[in-house]
Nanobody, 124 residues
Framework: QVQLVESGGGLVQAGGSLRLSCAASGHSFSSYAMGWFRQAPGKEREFVAAINWSGGGKDYADSVKGRFTISRDNAKNTVYLQMNSLKPEDTAVYYC?????????????????WGQGTQVTVSS
């Protein structure tokens, strides 16, 4: 059974940084692309970043380009999201997800397994 456990969320001031981690188990981690999504209260879940199976391919939402960096360590079965220059509009619950295959994808429907989420709150 696939398990994804996020950590690293918290409260930070605008302009600050956080690093989210997602530890995976129960499947062949290096065989799948991974992604990060977020959902703010009253809004739909939205794509943030994705990385292919090897880490050589990445994609980002326009709203986080240049500020967020996704990476993975296949030896540790972990995917990361480094978030810099945080803004109040980045406040949301952040979810880690496993894609259906190897390649980078961005649509919610292309992800099969989800973590429980970690809260990120950015104060102004």
């Amino acid at each position: 059974q696939v398990q994804l456990v996020e950590s690293g969320g918290g409260l930070v001031q605008a302009g600050g940084s956080l690093r989210l981690s997602c530890a995976a188990s129960g499947h062949s981690f290096s065989s799948y692309a991974m992604g990060w999504f977020r959902q703010a209260p009253g809004k739909e879940r939205e794509f943030v970043a994705a990385i292919n199976w090897s880490g050589g391919g990445k994609d980002y939402a326009d709203s986080v380009k240049g500020r967020f960096t996704i990476s993975r360590d296949n030896a540790k079965n972990t995917v990361y999201l480094q978030m810099n220059s945080l803004k109040p509009e980045d406040t949301a619950v952040y979810y880690c997800a496993r894609a259906a295959g190897l390649a980078v994808v961005t649509a919610v429907t292309n992800f099969r397994s989800w973590g429980q989420g970690t809260q990120v709150t950015v104060s102004s």
